[in-house]
């Protein structure tokens, strides 16, 4: 059963930085792109970073040059790096896998199959 596990969430003040993990068990995930999407409260979720095991990677337009996506496949695990947080970034997030298809990292929900429960980020000004 692959299954995907969230932490790392948390409140920080507007400036500050928090690392996301996502730890995957029940299967390789070399073997699946993967993603960032958050959901703020009262909108719909969106892709933050995708990546595949190749390395390559996708920002969205508001998590390039604050965030980093990478992976460690030793330890079958994926992280985001979120620095200069900003309040606008509070949202519930979740670490998604999808079929690596074409080795291209995506940030659409749809090519997305398995989802973690989600962690708490909340940024106050």
């Known amino acids: 059963q692959f299954q995907l596990v969230e932490s790392g969430g948390g409140s920080v003040q507007a400036g500050g930085s928090l690392r996301l993990s996502c730890a995957a068990s029940?299967?390789?995930?070399?073997?699946?792109?993967m993603g960032w999407f958050r959901q703020a409260l009262g909108k719909e979720r969106e892709g933050v970073a995708g990546?595949?095991?190749?390395?390559?990677?996708r920002y969205s337009d508001s998590a390039r040059g604050r965030f980093t996506i990478s992976q460690d496949n030793a330890k079958n695990t994926l992280y985001l790096q979120m620095n200069s947080l900003v309040p606008e970034d509070t949202a519930m997030y979740y670490c998604?896998?999808?079929?690596?298809?074409?080795?291209?990292?995506?940030?659409?929900?749809?090519?997305?199959?398995?989802w973690g429960q989600g962690t708490q980020v909340t940024v106050s000004s």
């Open positions: 998604a896998a999808g079929p690596r298809l074409n080795w291209i990292p995506s940030l659409r929900e749809n090519d997305y199959h398995y």
């Open positions: 029940g299967a390789t995930f070399s073997s699946y792109r």
């Open positions: 990546i595949v095991s190749a390395g390559t990677t």
